[in-house]
């Protein structure tokens, strides 16, 4: 079965959304994923990246952040690489999703992270080198994505 | 992200369009403060054009919500659909907010 991949290198200098969203969907549109499979992905990234650039840097310098994304044997695999602060996303603390809004403590922490946990099927952690690497992983068979992917 | 609002009562209908990401989501509780200040607490959000929410977003609405709460007030919302709705579920915002299928139906009950 064919693979298919695209890289692309952003910085916390830019804009996450506007930054990740075209990429995503320019992949989503050449292998056909659906539109929901596509909306994970973009949502995720964003979460995550989103995350690296607000809180992984003890400085104020441009930082590379690079993202790899893979399509076979209809499983999508994103790899994050980035040099911030180490962190493990899989350590993080729940948000409080069951406390009452007005019983809550922390403004809500952890939301980001908690949707990504949801919308992906894995997830694997690995600090290496001083750099974090962040692989998701998401299949599309279950929801029809690949259902309109041309032949090959 | 923009904003259209009308009242209905003592209810405030906003229609919200665009994008809640890390950039924009503030903007929500920006207006929140002018809906306050200008003596409204009784909110409807109509989400309908709302194409793109984040945890930011999220965050966002409960810092509005909260304010509204305080002043006595409310925060509901109506019109999700796909992704929005998503989000809302998977949050726990779905079971948290009251949500009406239609503006009909938000400005009956």
């Known amino acids: 079965m064919t693979t298919h991949v695209t890289s692309f290198r952003m910085t916390n200098r830019m804009n996450c959304f506007k930054r990740v969203q075209p990429e995503v969907e320019r992949f989503a549109m050449a292998h056909g994923l659906s539109p929901k499979c596509t909306f994970h992905l973009t949502l995720c990234l964003d979460e995550l990246i989103t995350n690296i650039i607000d809180y992984g840097y003890a400085d104020f310098d441009e930082h590379p952040i690079d993202v790899t994304i893979t399509l076979e044997n209809g499983c999508v695999s994103v790899r994050i690489e980035d040099d911030a602060e180490p962190f493990n996303l899989l350590e993080a603390p729940p948000p409080e999703l069951e406390v009452p809004l007005e019983e809550r403590t922390k403004p809500i922490g952890g939301m980001g992270i908690h949707l990504v946990k949801t919308m992906m099927d894995g997830i694997e952690y690995t600090r290496k080198n001083g750099r974090n690497i962040l692989l998701l992983r998401k299949c599309v068979c279950d929801d029809g994505a690949l259902a309109g992917a041309p032949h090959e | ?109």
Request: with cysteine; aromatic share 8%.
């Open chain 2, 1 to 109: 992200m923009e904003f259209s609002s009308s009242k209905h009562g003592d209810k405030l209908v906003v229609t919200v369009a665009g994008r809640m990401d890390a950039i924009t989501a503030q903007e929500f509780d920006t207006q929140c403060r002018q809906w306050l200040a200008a003596g409204d607490t009784n909110v409807i959000a109509d989400l309908s054009g709302l194409e793109y929410i984040s945890s930011a977003g999220l965050r966002s609405i409960l810092s509005a919500a909260k304010q509204l709460k305080g002043a006595q007030g409310s925060l509901a919302f109506c019109n999700l659909s796909g992704m929005v709705e998503e989000v809302f579920v998977v949050s726990g915002f779905a079971a948290m907010f009251t949500m009406h299928p239609t503006l009909e139906d938000a400005l009956a009950g």
